[in-house]
């Protein structure tokens, strides 16, 4: 799924740099189901006082994998949202997101969750197509 970049903001990118918040807008309605997660993790994290919050509950339909599979691999897309809502995020498998405090980023669950053995154990067949 591609953004629905209106015209103004297209006319805008066109000549020069273009605002932030613009482009997260754009998102925002373009890709709802992975904002609103995201918006949701950023949220509880806020709220809590966990290192990181994630979300384990797999999209309800293919659409809204699509949503969160672009909000993720776009560099411009996924850093843009993390500066929006202050997190850095992190992503295993089809959907699980994980919002992180960005100064946990240097600590150890953070190292364990990003890596390559935590990807191994949360694996499972289910996945394999998603």
Not at 51 to 76: H, I, K, M, V
Not at 93 to 121: I, K, M
């Amino acid at each position: 799924m591609s953004l629905d970049v209106s015209p103004k903001l297209l006319a805008e990118a066109e000549h020069g740099d273009i605002r932030e918040a613009d482009f997260v807008d754009t998102v925002r309605t373009s890709l709802p189901y992975a904002y609103d997660l995201i918006a949701d993790l950023a949220t509880e994290l806020r709220d809590g006082t966990a290192d990181f919050t994630d979300n384990q509950t797999p999209p309800p339909s293919e659409q809204e994998r699509g949503q969160l599979l672009r909000a993720l691999a776009s560099d411009a897309i996924r850093g843009s949202l993390e500066r929006h809502f202050g997190v850095a995020l992190a992503f295993q498998n089809c959907h699980r997101v994980a919002a992180f405090r960005p100064t946990a980023l240097d600590g150890e669950t953070y190292a364990r969750f990003t890596s390559v053995r935590s990807q191994v154990l949360n694996q499972s067949p289910e996945f394999r197509d998603c």
